[in-house]
């Protein structure tokens, strides 16, 4: 529904985590960007800047960009005269000291640069990738990961990511769902505030914060058919419900900047959007930091088709809000003389430069522009040392990341864990041991070699028990040929249980440009999987993905799969953890998982239809008039494979049935913050033989509003951790937060409607109770 802060941060305090409460009281306001004093040095400085200074601080170069031959490849006069701001890609103490020194020696105002990276799911020390990080459910582990990424980065001078990015992926075939949190706007919107929380920390003039960047903006992850780059168009009342929310928390923790999109929305470029970048993003939600184009995207504005030219794209972004221009090269080019023409006014310039000037005021980068240059940075290797607590925290991340999917049984017991018994394991797949695929797509500076593979760390565990392991890497990620096959389904045969190691490749076939027609498992992999599974040896299918797959043969003749996304530097010994039951799985699905590429897009939280298939069995054909006429496939079920916030654990939980403090609210009194919220609880007790953790979802539902709404959408999540046979009492409060939406006057508020809410363990499973909303 609307923009929840206030009940995010509750939520963050409720969530399990190692991170001490006092970090926790430092985050709750996040870094001012409205320092009268920062603002003052802003008025003096720009009473001295030309023009052309002004616009030398909205140039963003690239490294790529600076080359011999390139339009840039003079950065460095550039950069000693002031004509650019910031610089992407350059990366070292060392290096961005030395570019620093020009800018802040030679130029005449001794303004200084910003260098920014995109640091996605880590520096040096690379976790999960983003989708997996999300499918934890538990912001705080997200933040002290953003932590570390920045304490790394700021060390090599990089104090601007171009992340989080929090767009609303709903649609599989798009490559850069991995990249997000999934599809709900809630779970999403938690996610976002944590990555700025993460990376600016308390204050943003400490030197170890780097300045978020939150993209894009908005409506990238709506492309149309998951084409990456394609055009989006929906209603406003969908844009507010379910896409700006995730940007909306971002700003409310304190965000920085923010990154436009590379879409048109409506048939306005986003970059070029002066209802999203002004409209909504300054006056209604009061953001004060930067606003950075995408690569390239103020120029491609000409084959969008709304400008002719370079000086036409450069004046249609400038007067739209946007303030940096990265790597279009229009505003460096076109801006100084479309001002003296008098096509922009130059007061926009002036705003935009105090955008830029404002940050790099509050990042302290006018009084400490340099980096310290540690003698003892690298190790005998050639490559920086990892932190052992960091590294140990990574393997948390992707222990708590992996989703169980399926654990069916294998001789009488549950599949996994494997127990003493299984004395030979055959490894199978392209990925059982690929070092660099484990890091997934936008690995910044983090180095293969410092990647645990699966075999590697299945290995050390199986021999130190005198156990054996019988390797066979069967075929390659994206292949027709089959001369691997026959070691493989031979070293089925002779284990007592099969790992298959199954998946995508990490750089070319997910994040972006990654989008697919098809989300089988690529190349002969299937065929691999089916001609080990008629061994009729027990086969556990490890997914690794930057998105979901389809895995519908797999859910009907393997019995166990555990998605493992791309899950960092740790990947083997987290994996090795869980499958032996160190740690038992936890994490849920963020996003739906089809049965076949024709649901897409695809999302638990839709709206219903007038002739909805409830009670109709579609796994067949229809068979009669009264089965067809339904909102449904012919030949396929409506529903997920696996739904969202769906995930096994080697435990089992239960719910108690729902108690409501009340079962009536008043819709007047929720708008006018005078009347009481509902408290809604069950209690979950672990049936099972073990410990674990489990993630209590609650979900809502209104009928009888102004405007149809969807059929669940999540409020709220707890995670809780049960030994055997214990209980706990789990309670969420329901109030105006939840409750309000974008009405048919487009007013964000409460109606009087009947309300259904559950509390359970996924989307399509809990308990539920009904109360009603009146006047």
Known sequence: MASKTRLLCVLLLAITSTWPLCFLRAQEQPPRLDDPAIEQRIDKLLGQMTLEEKVGQLVHFADSSTGPGSPHSNYREQAAQGNVGSFENITGAAETNALQKLAVEKSRLHIPLLFALDVIHGYHTIFPVPLAMASTWDPLLVERASRI??????????????????????????????????????????????????????????????????????????????????????????????????????????????????????????????????????????????????????????????????????????????????????????????????????????????????????????????????????????????????????????????????????????????????????????????????????????????????????????????????????????????????????????????????????????????????????????????????????????????????????????????????????????????????????????????RSVGQEPLYYDALNTGRPADGIDLSRPPSNNGEKYHSRYVDEPNAALFPFGYGLSYTKFSYSPLELSTSQLSASGLNQKTARALRVSTTVSNTGSRSGEEIVELYLRLRGTSIALPVKQLEGFRKVTLAAGESKRVEFTVGRDELVFWNIDMQDLVEPANATVWIGPSSAEGESADFVIGM
């Open 149 to 594: 990424a920045a304490k790394e980065a700021t060390g090599e001078g990089i104090r601007w990511t171009f992340s989080p990015m929090v767009d609303i992926a709903r649609d599989a075939r798009w490559g850069r769902i991995v990249e997000g949190a999934g599809e709900d706007p809630y779970l999403g919107s938690a996610m976002a505030a944590a990555y700025v929380r993460g990376y600016q920390g308390a204050r943003l003039d400490d030197p170890q914060s780097m300045l978020a960047c939150v993209k894009h903006f908005v409506g990238y992850g709506a492309a149309e058919a998951g084409r990456d780059y394609n055009s989006v168009d929906m209603s406003e009342r969908m844009l507010r419900q379910v896409y700006l929310p995730p940007f909306h928390a971002a700003v409310e923790a304190g965000t920085g900047s923010v990154m436009s999109a590379f879409n048109s929305l409506n048939g306005v470029p986003a970059v070029s959007n002066w209802f999203t970048l002004t409209h909504i993003l300054r006056q209604e939600w009061g953001f004060q930091g930067i606003v950075i184009s995408d690569y390239g995207s103020i120029r491609e504005t000409i084959p969008h088709g709304i400008a002719v030219d370079g000086k036409t794209a450069a004046r249609k972004a400038i007067t739209a809000g946007l303030d940096v221009d990265l790597e279009s090269d229009v505003f460096s080019h076109d801006l100084a003389e479309l001002v003296r023409s008098g096509a922009v006014p130059e007061s926009a310039v002036d705003q935009a430069a105090r955008h830029v000037l404002r940050i790099k005021f509050a990042l302290g980068l006018f009084d400490h522009p340099y980096v310290p240059e540690p003698s003892a940075q690298l190790s005998t290797a050639g490559k920086p040392q990892l932190d052992p607590a960091d590294v140990e925290f990574a393997r948390t991340v992707a222990e708590r990341s992996f989703v169980l999917l399926k654990n069916g049984e294998s001789g009488g017991k549950a599949t996994l864990p494997l127990g003493p018994e299984v004395h030979t394991v055959a490894l199978i797949g392209p990925l059982a041991d690929g070092a660099a695929d484990m890091l997934g797509p936008w690995r910044a500076r983090g180095n293969a070699a410092d990647a645990v593979t699966l075999r590697t760390a299945l290995t050390s565990r199986m021999q130190q028990s005198g156990r054996q392991v019988l390797y066979a890497k069967g075929t390659e990620i994206l292949t027709a040929a089959d001369n691997g096959f026959a070691e493989a389904v031979a070293a089925a045969k002779r284990a007592d249980v099969v790992l298959m190691a199954l998946g995508e490749d990490s750089l070319w076939m997910t994040g972006e440009a990654g989008s697919r027609a098809h989300l089988d498992l690529p190349g002969n992999q299937q065929q691999l999987l089916e001609a080990v599974a008629a061994t009729r040896k027990p086969v556990v299918l490890i997914v690794f993905s930057g998105r979901p797959l389809i895995l519908t043969w797999a859910a009907g003749h393997v019995p166990a799969i555990l998605q493992a996304w791309f899950p960092g530097v740790q990947a083997g010994p987290a994996l090795v953890r869980t499958l032996f039951g160190d740690v038992s799985p936890s994490g849920k699905l963020t996003v739906s998982m089809p």
